[in-house]
């Protein structure tokens, strides 16, 4: 009987074998992983080209990103000039707005006065505020026809 219990050394040399059995069989299975994770000599090459590929289309963004802001300048500074005309616009408005106001404060009775006390159509136009043109008009309409 080669496997006695009652033998320390037999226990002791047994277990000794196990563990180196489990052991061996560890260090092969941490081979075979090592094989599979090696990297293939064209895998640097393909991760360079990655990277380089990364760059250009990094490089294209950035160009394309400058273009927009340009663009938004000058869209910016084209909103700043209108802006400004608008403003000038709005002015002009106002004024024509306070002149139609004052205009509309004379009646026809009003320019037939000015107009039997002398004063031509460019002067009545210019005491009232109404063109030149609705004078002429309103004389001839209060005129008594022939």
């Known amino acids: 009987m080669w496997l006695s219990v009652a033998d320390p050394t037999r226990i002791l040399l047994l277990a000794q074998l196990v563990i180196q059995v489990i052991l061996i069989a560890f260090v ?8 599979r994770r090696r990297l293939k000599p064209d895998f640097l090459e393909e991760l360079k080209a ?3 590929q990364t760059q250009d289309l990094s490089k294209s963004f950035q160009d394309h990103v400058q273009q927009r802001v340009d663009v938004l300048g000058r869209i910016m500074s084209d909103l ?3 802006i400004r005309s608008a403003e000038v616009l709005m002015k002009a408005l106002e004024e024509t707005s306070v002149k139609v106001k004052k205009a509309r404060q004379f009646s026809q ?38």
């Open 80 to 82: 700043d000039v209108k």
């Open 28 to 35: 092969i299975f941490l081979l075979v992983l090592e094989k």
């Open 109 to 146: 009775t009003d320019v037939q006065k000015l107009h039997k006390g002398s004063f031509d159509p460019v002067e009545i136009s210019q005491i009232t505020g109404i063109p030149v043109g609705e004078i002429q008009l309103m004389i001839k309409v209060g005129s008594p026809q022939p």
């Open 50 to 52: 990655v990277v380089n």
